[in-house]
């Protein structure tokens, strides 16, 4: 039996949407909001991860696309027990930004946000994930439990800045620092 076996349903024609515990909501509501911005942070990811040649980095990127579908299955059910994205996963992140990190030069200052066409798509996934996180503390803010949710989108959104760092510097780009006076 299929999962999902009809696409047009028609249910959310006057503006509410079904969550994943059967309860109904508005489109407006900022858990919504916060499904849809973890859907364009996925999709953006797909995006990049299509436009990258490294057969390791596409693994470990696909692996955060299955916990951004994980974060998305625990906020479709707020406030139950279900456990997908895991503080394994935070740890993760958190390993592969030490690993990234400890290669690259310490920053004296702002950097343009740039490169070749993968660093710069990295940088994109960044600021959505940003905003994605301001999404999550929205979220928090009206009483909806976020688990380890805005712990990952933390260290997600630094693991983008990292990786997009690494990968420039590696291909030999300069980074273009900040300047104030321009």
């Not at 006057?14 to 364009?40: N, Y």
């Not at 993968?118 to 503390?137: D, G, N, P, T």
Request: with cysteine; glycine share 6%; proline share 2%.
């Amino acid at each position: 039996m299929s999962r999902i076996s009809k696409v047009t349903t028609k249910t959310g024609d006057k503006g509410d949407t079904g969550l994943g515990d059967g309860s109904r909501v508005s489109k407006s509501h900022s858990l919504v909001w916060f499904l849809g911005e973890i859907d364009e942070l996925n999709s953006y990811l797909g995006r990049v991860i299509s436009s990258c040649n490294k057969d390791k980095l596409v693994h470990e990127l696909q692996s955060i696309q299955q916990d951004l579908f994980n974060m998305g299955g625990e906020a479709a059910m707020p406030n139950s027990e279900l456990n997908l994205l895991n503080k394994d996963r935070v740890l993760f992140l958190e390993n592969r930004i030490a690993f990234f990190n400890k290669k690259l030069p310490p920053l004296d200052e702002f950097i343009l946000p740039g490169g070749d066409e993968f660093c710069s798509k990295v940088h994109v996934l960044r600021a959505i994930c940003r905003r994605v996180e301001r999404y999550c503390v929205k979220a928090k803010e009206e009483d909806i439990e976020i688990k380890y949710w805005l712990l990952y989108l933390n260290r997600l959104s630094d693991y983008f800045f990292v990786l997009s760092r690494y990968f420039s510097l590696k291909d030999g780009d300069d980074e273009i620092l900040w300047d104030r006076k321009k």
